[in-house]
């Protein structure tokens, strides 16, 4: 028996390798089981960072394939630059509308704001009927349906009524209980900690 | 008292005015008081959705920044195609690494993957001692951590040593207390509901 081997004799890599083999056969048969194949709904909601640049990275990934997409932002932050500018490069592909009017505490013009959100839905609608996108991010969607400025059956509705293959990701807080339940993939992102409140201001590349 | 005012007869918009301005005042104090301007740590964990994701959506933000960014993946799925299709295109401002061997479960050899990881490390730990890169991804280094293919010690000190303004982002579930604690921002992705679980494969542009 050599060092480090147990009372079955097997080494500690041994070990390893027969667990990894149990995992595997798992894990091959979630992947077996998963057999249908069309486009989802991803929502990412909570108080946590990550939401929208989620949201952007499977922009990136969309491009990466080689896919049409469409990006609806409902709400024009003073943040969020770098990654128009960054996706504005990718105009054959991309369709991109920063629609909002700034988050509502800047506007505080509520009269505005509903002008302004219902335009963004416009176009976001539009795209959700042509199957020419596969990919469409509606960032802080959920932020203009909590406050009522889109109407949630509308949404559900176009969501319901979409392209089969067409994907969408929609993202902010306070996701509604209704979309929670009609998207495929829900993730909450919850803040462990957060740079802001140690006092460090929103740095490039990581808020803006 | 026109219609819709309430007992002070303010109009709903022109409450919701008053309300925003009072949030608006609140933002505009907790943003004064954020004063400190440097390079942060950011840690996605949690068995969610997006933490990989929310990471390649901060390269992206760099990118349209002109930052010089910096990638290792330490885990090279089956998954993540996409994006290192898309983020090797801008090869003058990104240095991609993908230097895992797969999953633990697929290569079923502890002692490759230690090498794999470790040869990983040796990358990431340059681009964190070279004040020429502005961002660097970590991606999956947590996974790496918790199977103690890489020194947590080595991970702290050459996070704690990087040149001031230097973004560092590491993702992965599991992520170790003391890399928490060393971190500016740590989000958990919480599953709500995955669409895996009912049966819809992964799928280009989300997962892959």
Redesign the interface.
């Known amino acids: 028996m050599s060092a480090g081997a147990d009372r079955r004799g097997l080494t500690?890599?041994e070990h390893?390798?027969e667990r990894?083999?149990r995992?595997?056969e798992l894990?091959d048969r979630?992947i077996a089981?998963?057999?249908?194949?069309?486009?989802?709904v991803?929502?990412?909601?909570?108080n946590?960072?990550?939401?929208?640049?989620?949201?952007?990275?499977?922009?990136?990934?969309?491009?990466?394939?080689g896919?049409r997409c469409g990006v609806v932002q409902f709400i024009k932050g003073s943040f969020s630059?770098?990654?128009?500018?960054?996706?504005r490069r990718f105009d054959d592909l991309v369709d991109y509308h920063v629609m909002g009017e700034g988050?509502?505490?800047?506007?505080?013009?509520?009269?505005r704001d509903v002008v302004a959100a219902g335009a963004a839905w416009d176009v976001a609608a539009r795209m959700l009927a042509d199957p020419a996108y596969?990919?469409v991010l509606l960032d802080e969607l959920n932020i203009a349906l909590t406050k009522q400025y889109v109407d949630l059956d509308a949404v559900l509705a176009a969501l319901a009524s979409r392209p089969e293959r067409q994907?969408v990701?929609i993202t902010g807080r306070g996701a509604p209980d209704a979309l929670?339940d009609a998207?495929?993939?829900?993730?909450?992102?919850?803040?462990?900690?957060?740079?802001?409140k140690?006092?460090?201001?929103?740095?490039?590349?990581?808020e803006?």
Do not use: C
Not at 42 to 46: F, L
Not at 48 to 65: C, E
Not at 103 to 111: G, K, L, V
Not at 183 to 194: F, G, L, P, S
């Open positions: 500690p890599d390893h390798r990894a083999q995992k595997k894990v979630r089981r998963a057999t249908i194949d069309r486009g989802v991803v929502v990412n909601t909570g946590g960072k990550g939401k929208s640049s989620s949201g952007f990275g499977m922009l990136a990934r969309s491009l990466g394939h896919f630059t770098g990654e128009e500018a960054f996706f988050y509502t505490w800047e506007t505080q013009d509520r009269a596969d990919f994907h990701v929670v998207a495929d993939t829900v993730t909450e992102m919850r803040v462990v900690k957060h740079a802001f140690a006092g460090i201001k929103a740095q490039h590349g990581i803006l």
